[in-house]
């Protein structure tokens, strides 16, 4: 067996200079998994790239202002681009990227930069494309499942049919929560074939911190609530703020950035609640834990997610949350120190159990307390034994 394993990560989920907290999650799983010792990594996070940036193709062309290489936490990341097709380009994807990284990844071998195993994040196209790449490599590969790749994309019939095909030759897989894994055996995948290792969160970081001076220094005055993420219709960043208007005496902070901040600035305007709803706009991760400390709630009213991060960032701070009861939503928010899941996905559901926690709010004590079961060891040892097991298995 070997004493340290070398991994490949290739994922498009990965922090850049010019996006420093996309795919954060993917970044912090491996930098607890590169703390353990018993695995070295690369990182291949390719970049979508499109000759042509006008507004009538959308944001095609995201690679100019990223690196094509970069150090992040000790941790050498490649850049690479490939190839996209606006609008037609979902079903050819997987074979774009392949034909694109492959020459990449044979570069590296033949400057001696081999490695024992691919680790991709995200089953499509990423997944896909990865097992192409195994294959043509003679590589063993293990594909993590993470939200979107399952619960949205492969309800379109190429995408499903790639994602069975890469799922029947992966040599193993994992899925943040449960609800993942069921939906990969739904799809045809053997259960014994999946393990479940949902993200952990980071309890040095996010931790309960002075109440009182980060309220002070974000000028809350009031009873807050908090609404973290992207700016997309997804996210029910609108939902939360169409309950606040049934919500008096309660302020709301939008941390996040995305192309709907218009529609949604102009929402609280609309309903008279502009002077009540701050938008922070992107917030580093590192400044996370003061805004969470200091409001009363964090709400997340996402209409998809596979393991919110956001909830455990939230309680380990101390904050209890409500959420959208989603897929893996369920598997975090488990008892009334964690917060309360709303009954349905709209303003009347989310401010009636916002009401609810608010009238009851647990001890923040406990609720760190509850975060505390979710460190990342876990995962961490579960990742090294399945790779362990696909390496001795080859």
Same mark, same amino acid.
């Given at each position: 067996?070997?004493?340290?394993?070398?991994?490949?990560? $290739?994922? @498009?989920?990965?922090?850049?200079?010019?996006?420093?907290?996309?795919?954060?999650?993917? !970044?912090?799983?491996?930098?607890?998994?590169?703390?353990?010792?018993?695995?070295?990594?690369?990182?291949?996070?390719?970049?979508?790239?499109? *000759?042509?940036?006008?507004?009538?193709?959308?944001?095609?062309?995201?690679?100019?202002?990223?690196?094509?290489?970069?150090?992040?936490?000790?941790?050498?990341?490649?850049?690479?681009?490939?190839? #996209?097709?606006?609008?037609?380009?979902?079903?050819?994807?997987?074979?774009?990227?392949?034909?694109?990284?492959?020459?990449?990844?044979?570069?590296?071998?033949?400057?001696?930069?081999?490695?024992? /195993?691919?680790?991709?994040?995200?089953?499509?196209?990423?997944?896909?494309?990865?097992?192409?790449?195994? +294959?043509? $490599?003679?590589? *063993?590969?293990?594909? @993590?499942?993470?939200?979107?790749?399952?619960?949205?994309?492969?309800?379109?019939?190429?995408?499903?049919?790639?994602? +069975?095909?890469?799922?029947?030759?992966?040599?193993?897989?994992?899925?943040?929560?449960?609800?993942?894994?069921?939906?990969?055996?739904?799809?045809? #995948?053997?259960?014994?074939?999946?393990?479940?290792?949902?993200?952990?969160?980071?309890?040095?970081?996010?931790? *309960?911190?002075?109440? %009182?001076?980060?309220?002070?220094?974000?000028?809350?005055?009031?009873?807050?609530?908090?609404?973290?993420?992207?700016?997309?219709?997804?996210?029910?960043? %609108?939902?939360?703020?169409?309950?606040?208007?049934?919500?008096?005496?309660? =302020?709301?902070?939008?941390?996040?950035?995305?192309?709907?901040?218009?529609?949604? !600035?102009?929402?609280?305007?609309?309903?008279?609640?502009?002077? +009540?709803?701050?938008?922070?706009?992107?917030?580093?991760?590192? =400044?996370?834990?003061?805004?969470?400390?200091?409001? %009363?709630?964090?709400?997340?009213?996402?209409?998809?997610?596979?393991?919110?991060?956001?909830?455990?960032?939230?309680?380990?701070?101390?904050? *209890?949350?409500?959420?959208?009861?989603?897929?893996? @939503?369920?598997?975090?928010?488990?008892?009334?120190?964690?917060?309360?899941?709303?009954? !349905?996905?709209?303003?009347?559901?989310?401010?009636?159990?916002?009401? !609810? $926690? /608010?009238?009851?709010?647990?001890?923040?004590?406990?609720? +760190?307390?509850?975060?505390?079961?979710?460190?990342?060891?876990? @995962?961490?040892?579960?990742?090294?034994?399945?790779?362990?097991?696909? /390496?001795?298995?080859?």
């Amino acid at each position: 067996m070997l004493s340290v394993i070398k991994i490949l990560v $290739l994922t @498009t989920l990965f922090p850049n200079a010019r996006q420093p907290v996309h795919g954060v999650f993917v !970044e912090n799983r491996l930098r607890h998994l590169l703390s353990s010792g018993q695995v070295t990594a690369r990182v291949m996070a390719p970049v979508p790239w499109f *000759p042509f940036t006008a507004k009538i193709f959308g944001n095609y062309s995201i690679s100019p202002g990223i690196p094509r290489t970069e150090t992040r936490h000790g941790i050498e990341v490649a850049h690479p681009q490939f190839p #996209t097709i606006p609008k037609i380009g979902m079903s050819v994807a997987p074979w774009l990227m392949y034909w694109a990284l492959k020459p990449h990844l044979l570069a590296e071998i033949r400057a001696g930069n081999d490695f024992d /195993l691919i680790d991709a994040h995200y089953f499509y196209p990423d997944g896909v494309a990865a097992v192409h790449l195994a +294959r043509a $490599l003679s590589k *063993p590969i293990v594909i @993590t499942a993470r939200g979107t790749d399952l619960n949205l994309i492969a309800d379109y019939a190429v995408p499903r049919s790639q994602i +069975r095909w890469a799922a029947a030759r992966a040599d193993g897989m994992i899925t943040v929560c449960q609800a993942l894994k069921d939906r990969l055996v739904a799809l045809g #995948t053997a259960p014994d074939r999946v393990d479940v290792l949902r993200n952990g969160v980071d309890l040095e970081k996010f931790r *309960p911190m002075d109440r %009182d001076a980060a309220r002070a220094e974000l000028g809350l005055r009031r009873r807050t609530l908090l609404s973290v993420g992207y700016l997309i219709p997804r996210k029910g960043h %609108d939902l939360v703020i169409r309950a606040l208007a049934t919500l008096p005496e309660t =302020d709301l902070l939008i941390a996040g950035d995305g192309p709907d901040r218009d529609k949604l !600035e102009h929402l609280a305007e609309s309903l008279g609640l502009a002077a +009540r709803v701050r938008f922070l706009g992107q917030v580093a991760h590192d =400044d996370l834990p003061r805004i969470y400390t200091a409001a %009363d709630t964090m709400v997340l009213a996402s209409s998809r997610e596979g393991w919110a991060n956001v909830l455990l960032e939230s309680m380990a701070c101390g904050t *209890p949350v409500v959420a959208t009861n989603v897929w893996g @939503t369920a598997e975090a928010v488990t008892g009334p120190a964690a917060g309360i899941l709303a009954n !349905e996905r709209s303003p009347e559901a989310l401010a009636a159990a916002i009401g !609810e $926690l /608010l009238a009851g709010l647990p001890r923040r004590a406990d609720t +760190r307390a509850y975060a505390e079961q979710f460190s990342w060891d876990d @995962t961490t040892q579960g990742q090294i034994d399945l790779f362990q097991r696909v /390496l001795a298995h080859r």
